[in-house]
């Protein structure tokens, strides 16, 4: 007798009764198809069919476009036993194909909201393609602009971080994972601590105490895992002897455990595979054990589950228990998508929905606020009556590099350039003379002459300088961090024409991580950081430097005059030797020991003035929340935005304590004249660190409080004292609602 319709496939039924009633009818060779995931182009499906019709694949990555998604899907759903529809996946990083700014020029914003919006735009465009799953957000912290991916991430500081985390999977996935057809899955990657690479070199060995670990890299992933993201990637990195994708510590223990992780893991691209590289593993089906068994679910293309995973269940050496506990999280997460339901893509959707005028729009709003203003010596901003203005660089008029690394299927045809920006804004009353001056890494100056003239024939000088898009993202660390080729000669030669006629000069600086411009800013007298800014990034550039939009982004990342002072971060202990005039201190003996420009900073077209620090009460005990408030006033003659920060200290610890944590933020907007209270409540769980025995604690103490511009320019002090101590079990609950952060 033939069931009339399977329980799982009753919508009404609750997701797990379905999952389990769905998972007793699956063989053990389909279960292991859950398990797998390739990548697939749409000329290659053909090769999949076989394995799609005995329903073996769980998931493919990289194929795109409704209607390809749409036919392999069918075979899945129509032609599969279970018919089990497949899970489509892409890295959907900063835009699908509205092509937003890199997630560290998102960090610049220092505003939740725009990542939030940002990711919500990305999802709606790559769910109605038929991608119901995103490879980010990437929280890897990074305090090594060497390496590459310090692109892909929100910055160097856990706290800011933590704060994107949430926003970015609240804008990819809605309030909960749901079959909304605008959401789709996000997965918190790379898990863990791969921004700890050793030189900063792209898949390096990683090696750091549990309590950097937990206190820093971790942090964000622990507060996407608060936020309900549906799946977290494993890491290539080796982490202290295991490698992040044969390791229990991490993944079973921590995330699955203390933090009750219900997603599932997916592996990074073959990275099971690659623990034979690391030497953990001797052969393909060690791998597969160790993947496993350590709680990676998914195989991301490696196929070492496919051609290993049975046999080791059979031969009893992985409990099938394992499996099942595998599968059933990601047929929840399918089942939550709504996938049973609606496996397909709607063509017509996506041609209405991608590139629409909204996102387009909502790409420049963004855009707009991640520029950070690094240095305005009463230069900027430019006046739209200028008559002649030259813009000058290999970057000025390249649209490829607009988009940044991990494009997602952007087309750089769509991109506007800051001299297109600035054609456009100045329309045809003025002249906008171009000339490139260089190639972006060459070390060709036959083009410095032209850009000379062209600089000494204008009223002012918009000069774009940077990186590549290729030149960051994954597998692009660099051993240097100055401008490429011979950018900086360019910037000189044109500034020393353009200073000679007093005509002003202001550089902006594109990349995908902190460029060492010492020289250069030395003399520039304004200096915009515009990373990759996406498909509105000359419109942005236009609107800050002509004055209709006043940039109030922040560093996210400390910005180093020199790559030998990195690893480089605000959050670093005090040594027992600060760095000082004296000479046996923690310091260099031929540079320097501070950053270019501190993390936090940026500047404004406006001036604030911070006055009125009330810390409330002075004496708290743990478990409550202190009150810090201010009066922050526009003082300037112009509307701005301005990001306040604080800062706190514990001043004396178990266990030495960095020498401030940002622990709060917020991005106001202040008309002229304007004077608002600023309000910070800080749960005192927010303080809790680690301490000797490893047990997480808010330590009774004094603790100094330090609001300000940046987390070098400190406006204001205060203190508070927390009576006693007491052991944190859950920081989920207060770290996002009562802050009044986000
Ligand atoms: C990267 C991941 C990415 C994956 C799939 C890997 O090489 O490390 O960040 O999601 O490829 O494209």
């Given at each position: ?146 390496w ?48 700890g690479a050793e030189g900063g070199r792209d898949y390096n060995t990683v ?30 990195n080796d ?238 660390s ?265």
């Open positions: 007798m033939t069931e009339a319709r399977p329980l799982y496939k009753d919508l009404i039924k609750p997701v797990e009764e379905r999952v389990e009633d769905l998972l007793k009818r699956m063989t053990l060779e389909e279960k292991v198809g859950q398990m797998c995931q390739y990548s697939v182009h749409p000329g290659a499906v053909k090769e999949f069919t076989h394995l799609l019709e005995k329903g073996l694949v769980g998931s493919f990555l990289n194929l795109l476009g409704a209607e390809n998604v749409n036919e392999v899907q069918r075979i899945a759903v129509e032609k599969s036993r279970l018919g089990i529809p497949l899970l489509m996946g892409f890295d959907v990083i900063h835009g699908y194909k509205t092509i937003f700014p890199i997630p560290l020029a998102m960090a610049s914003s220092w505003d939740p909201e725009v990542v939030k919006k940002a990711c919500e735009v990305a999802a709606r465009e790559a769910s109605a393609d038929g991608v119901k799953w995103t490879f980010a957000p990437m929280l890897d912290i990074a305090r090594d602009p060497r590459g991916r310090i692109a892909e991430g929100f910055g160097e500081d856990p706290y800011l971080a933590s704060v994107m985390a949430w926003a970015a999977v609240k804008g990819f996935q809605g309030e909960e994972l749901s079959p909304n057809p605008d959401k789709i899955a996000a997965c918190a990657k790379h898990y863990v601590a791969y921004g090696d750091i105490s549990e309590r950097t670990l937990r206190e820093i890299y971790m942090q964000p992933f622990k507060s996407a895992v608060a936020a309900g993201v549906a799946t977290v990637m494993s890491a290539f982490l202290c002897g295991i490698p992040a994708s044969a390791n229990e510590f991490t993944i079973r223990k921590v995330l699955k455990g203390e933090w009750g992780f219900q997603g599932f893991v997916v592996s990074d691209w073959n990275s099971v595979g690659e623990l034979i590289v690391h030497g953990i593993a001797r052969d393909g089906a060690e791998a597969a054990r160790l993947g496993v068994t350590s709680g990676v679910d998914m195989d991301m293309v490696g196929d070492v589950y496919r051609r290993y995973l049975v046999e080791l269940v059979r031969k009893g050496v992985v409990p099938e228990k394992l499996v099942d506990d595998a599968v059933r999280r990601i047929l929840t997460v399918k089942f939550k998508l709504g996938l049973f339901e609606n496996p397909y893509a709607d063509p017509e959707k996506a041609k209405k929905v991608i590139k629409c005028r909204e996102h387009l729009d909502a790409a420049l709003e963004v855009a707009r606020k991640c520029i950070v203003l690094v240095k305005n010596e009463g230069v900027l901003p430019f006046k739209k009556s200028l008559k002649r203005v030259a813009v000058i660089g290999p970057l000025a008029d390249d649209k490829e590099s607009m988009l940044g690394c991990w494009r997602g299927f952007g087309d750089p045809a769509d991109s506007v350039t800051v001299l297109e920006g600035v054609r456009k804004k100045l329309g045809s009353e003025a002249k906008v003379l171009y000339a490139k001056g260089c190639d972006v890494k060459s070390q060709d100056r036959s083009g410095f002459e032209e850009a000379v003239r062209v600089a000494a024939d204008a009223d002012a000088v918009i000069l774009v300088v940077g990186e590549s898009w290729d030149m960051s993202g994954e597998a692009a660099r051993a240097y961090l100055d401008l490429p080729g011979v950018q900086e000669e360019l910037v000189k030669t044109v500034y020393e024409a353009a200073a000679g006629r007093k005509i002003p000069v202001v550089m902006v600086v594109m990349s995908g991580r902190p460029l060492t411009i010492k020289r250069p800013a030395e003399y520039v007298p304004a200096i915009l950081v515009a990373w990759h800014l996406g498909v509105r990034a000359g419109d942005a550039v236009a609107d800050v430097v002509f004055g209709d939009f006043n940039p109030g982004g922040k560093l996210p990342v400390t910005w180093p005059k020199t790559v030998g002072q990195v690893p480089i971060y605000y959050n670093h202990k005090m040594t027992g030797r600060p760095p000082s005039s004296e000479r046996f201190t923690s310091k260099y003996i031929d540079e320097d020991w501070r950053p270019l420009f501190p993390f936090g900073h940026g500047l404004s077209y406006t001036s604030f003035e911070y006055s009125d620090l009330n810390v409330k009460p002075e004496v708290v005990e743990p478990g409550s929340v202190v009150q810090i408030s201010f009066t922050l006033t526009n003082t300037g003659g112009v509307e701005g935005d301005e990001v306040a920060q604080l800062y706190v200290r514990d001043v004396s610890a178990s266990v030495t304590r960095p020498v401030k944590e940002l622990k709060g933020f917020k991005r106001v907007t202040l008309k002229p004249g304007e004077k608002k209270r600023i309000v910070f409540n800080l749960p005192t769980e927010l303080l809790a660190f680690y301490d000797r025995e490893m047990n997480y604690f808010v330590e009774a103490g004094d603790y100094e409080v330090m609001i300000g511009s940046s987390s070098e320019d400190i406006r204001l002090k205060g203190r508070f004292t927390i009576t006693r101590s007491e052991k944190v079990t859950d920081l989920r609950k207060v770290w996002f609602t009562e802050t009044q952060v986000y």
